[in-house]
């Protein structure tokens, strides 16, 4: 009874650590990772580097851009929030 409930246990833990990484864009950022919010469940995206990239090209991806990823440049300092919206309104006028 007691192997049952562990691989239950196991089980479970197991199932929510797909979850999360199904539900999050993880960043990496030098050493720092950064989780944004997953509009749907997918594995698109998953894990994206910022760095050796140009802000421009990561904007271009409606997935990264729908989760925020532009302001999360902003806050970590790689754009200025009036680049962040020159960048937008020209990709949202391309569009």
Do not use: C
């Not at 970590?76 to 949202?92: A, F, H, N, T, V």
Request: charged fraction near 25%; avoid cysteine; hydrophobic fraction near 45%.
């Amino acid at each position: 009874m007691k192997q049952r409930l562990k691989q239950y246990a196991l089980m479970a833990a197991a199932a929510a650590l797909i979850w999360f990484v199904l539900d999050n864009h993880f960043i990496f950022s030098g050493s720092e990772v950064h989780l944004l919010k997953k509009s749907s469940l997918n594995l698109h995206d998953t894990f994206v580097s910022l760095d050796n990239k140009r802000p421009a090209s990561l904007m271009q991806n409606d997935r990264l851009r729908e989760a925020g990823v532009g302001e999360l440049m902003v806050e970590i300092g790689i754009l200025s929030e009036e680049e962040r919206s020159q960048l937008e309104s020209r990709l949202d006028y391309s569009d």
